[in-house]
């Protein structure tokens, strides 16, 4: 379907890295959507490295999603993996924290279908991103999504608007969307992304990080729109009472689901 390759570059705008993202629907034996994203970077001594592969249905569900990201700093390797699989009607979610290749903690557990439906994990993101691209009238929304540690939570869109970038000597317009994960255990986290008209990523911000994402050529514009079709996030149920902080943070926002 697509391909999004972009740099890394540094506050002082050196570049220190590399990101790609990938996305097929005609892998052999796959029903549905293969998604693969690399990113790698370079900070002083600081060597980080994240990959996530993931299966999806044309729904956007997640069948499988695994993310594997590792720092070499200091002569340590730090490794933080998880794991999510779709089997039968429960999500197996799996994650652990090892420091060079001893496991410090390791964390198990399950989420039924049935209270996860419309759940947007990492992987379903990158492409739900393209379509609120295409559909600014959906923004701003509120979804399940997961945490950096697999919790769920609520994730948030909002409009950015339309600017201009240059990429190299050419200034193209761009649209906006903020992408906010609401931890239940941290301070939120939000990434700032730009996409042409076309659903192209050119630029990616994470706000706090001192790495910006962005291309060094505009990328060749798709010759034939493929864009799923235009998403219908459905009325999530949940246990609130195992989880009275995401119910009190969901009243308190319930008004922007509306």
């Not at 999004?4 to 590399?18: F, W």
């Not at 892998?27 to 592969?53: A, C, M, W, Y």
């Not at 993996?81 to 964390?107: A, P, R, T, W």
Request: hydrophobic share 35%; net charge negative; proline share 5%.
């Amino acid at each position: 379907m697509f391909d999004d390759v972009l740099i890394c570059y540094s506050n002082n705008n050196k570049p220190v890295g590399s990101y790609e993202c990938r996305v097929r629907d005609d892998e052999p034996d796959v029903q549905g959507l293969f998604v693969r994203t690399s990113i790698r970077s370079l900070l002083g001594e600081i060597h980080n490295t994240t990959k996530l592969e993931a299966y999806l249905t044309l729904s956007l569900e997640t069948i499988s999603q695994i993310k594997v990201e590792t720092i070499l700093m200091n002569g340590d390797v730090m490794e933080k993996k998880c794991s999510i699989h779709l089997i039968e009607n429960m999500y197996e979610i799996n994650s652990s924290e090892s420091v060079n290749g001893i496991i410090k903690s390791s964390v198990k557990k399950q989420l039924p279908k049935l209270g996860s439906f419309g759940l947007i994990t990492e992987s379903s993101d990158l492409i739900f991103q393209r379509l609120l691209a295409k559909f600014p009238p959906m923004v701003p929304i509120e979804v399940i999504g997961l945490d950096l540690d697999c919790n769920l939570t609520t994730v948030s869109y909002i409009n950015l608007g339309e600017r201009n970038v240059f990429v190299g000597d050419n200034e193209i317009p761009v649209l906006g969307i903020q992408r906010t994960v609401h931890s239940q255990r941290s301070l939120p986290l939000s990434w700032q992304t730009y996409f042409m008209e076309d659903g192209h990523m050119v630029l990616r911000i994470q706000v706090g990080s001192p790495i910006t994402i962005k291309v060094n050529t505009i990328p060749e514009r798709f010759r034939k729109e493929r864009y799923l079709p235009r998403p219908v996030i459905p009325n999530v149920v949940l246990n609130w009472e195992d989880d009275l902080e995401l119910y009190s943070r969901f009243l308190d926002r319930k008004k922007h689901l509306l």
